[in-house]
């Protein structure tokens, strides 16, 4: 662990935190001391250079219309080449208010109303959101869980890349709901499948700082050349140093074209720029909190393996999938033969532990439940402790 922070629980229920008011929403009898384990935000401090960076900035700082500062680029553009060796061009990055309204913004973008969009489920449910509320298919592409790892099942991926009226594929590397870290292997073959079929890819890459020991992150687009003219890359500090708040988000798209395309469509929202904190935010995570994310990663390494130990132990028919990515935990519950909500009840009224509930990541996650692992270590134990209770027996 670093000289950082990592013990001490935030308790956000005077914060207006959506996760802790959806907890409270739904057992209101929930004690002091218990946090959710849903949504993926942290219930850490910030990283004190970002905390007293932007107190210094805001000393003297106007807060109006601001375009990205050339500090804010090179604070990006260093990220890429220190963290994931990728040399990004400044012309390729594109800013949206977070990765979700991106790639919302890219299905209008490159797609029509009752095209087919291409999801690996079970999937991160803004996904279906995007795809459905634009008045597009949802194409499921399921991943298949084979030596008690999800894989992509290519066959199928083939199957539905062929079809024309498939026309976008939106992949998430690292995997969220399942922690998989893609291979380069895995992803140059759905490259050549998105390529051979001229099925445009939106790479959602948002937790691609969170990777576990023994594992590594790959860009999609330092794949090859090839399908970095046909990929877009999001990428945000948001998850990283918890700064989804501040709504700031770098899209790289290589291709001019692809990019102009997306510009248009985003701007036609009324888009003008980030907010003068997301840039700085951005850039001090980016140049000053770098040791702090490390500590961060050490965390959630130490309670990934807490967990995967204790329900080795005490609750055997829980399976806890490997983490290699993203510091969301995906526990198979379906050994105790109960319905969804039969779990989450539970869960929440009786363990008092509030995870993201699989089914809302798609039918694939009924039986599941997604726990966030970037908290406070004694917080996890805890709440293994009040499961392991409950389930006794």
């Known amino acids: 662990m670093s000289h950082h922070d990592f013990t001490t629980l935030v308790d956000r229920s005077a914060q207006s935190s959506a996760k802790w008011a959806a907890m409270h929403d739904a057992n209101p009898e929930v004690p002091p001391g218990i946090p959710p384990f849903s ?14 960076g932007l107190q210094a900035f805001m000393t003297d700082a106007v807060f ?3 375009r990205p500062p050339t500090a804010f680029t090179q604070a990006v553009l260093g990220w890429m080449h220190r963290r994931h060796g990728w040399e990004v061009d400044p012309d390729w990055l594109v800013q949206s208010n977070g990765v979700v309204p991106a790639i919302f913004t890219a299905v209008r973008a490159y797609t029509q109303p009752g095209d087919g969009v291409i999801v690996q489920t079970p999937a991160y449910y803004p996904f279906y959101a995007a795809i459905e509320s634009n008045h597009r298919r949802i194409a499921r592409n399921p991943l298949v869980i084979r030596d008690g790892r999800y894989a992509i099942d290519f066959d199928d991926l083939q199957r539905l890349a062929a079809n024309p009226a498939n026309k976008l594929l939106v992949l998430c590397s690292p995997h969220n709901p399942t922690g998989r870290v893609w291979t380069r292997a895995e992803l140059r073959r759905v490259a050549d499948i998105a390529l051979a079929n001229d099925v445009i890819v939106v790479s959602d890459e948002i937790h691609f700082d969170l990777v576990m020991p023994g ?4 860009v999609l687009a330092t794949v090859g050349a090839d399908i970095a003219q ?14 989804a708040g501040m709504q700031a988000s770098n899209i790289v798209i290589p291709d ?17 720029f980030l907010t003068t904190l997301g840039y700085k935010a951005c850039e001090l995570a980016y140049d000053q909190a770098e040791a702090w994310l490390d500590g961060l990663l050490a965390l959630i390494d130490h309670n990934r393996l807490l967990v995967r130990d204790f329900m080795a132990k005490r609750m055997p028919r829980v399976k806890a999938f490997e983490l290699e990515g993203t510091y969301l935990q995906w526990l198979d519950f379906r050994g105790f033969g109960k319905t969804a909500d039969e779990l989450q009840s539970i869960n929440e009224q009786q363990a008092l532990v509030f995870f993201d509930e699989g ?25 293994l402790e009040r499961l392991a209770r409950c389930y006794a027996g």
């Open 39 to 52: 949504v993926a935000d942290l219930d850490l401090p910030i990283a004190p250079e970002i905390r007293d």
């Open 359 to 383: 089914t809302v990541f798609g039918s694939e996650g009924a039986g599941f439940e997604r726990m966030n692992l970037a908290t406070p270590t004694a917080a996890v134990a805890a709440a």
């Open 215 to 218: 594992h590594r992150h790959t």
């Open 64 to 66: 109006g219309y601001t």
């Open 256 to 272: 001019a074209d692809l990019r102009a395309r997306f510009v248009t469509e985003r701007d036609a929202t009324g888009f003008i």
């Open 230 to 243: 046909r990929c877009l890359v999001c990428t945000a500090p948001s998850k990283s140093f918890n700064l």
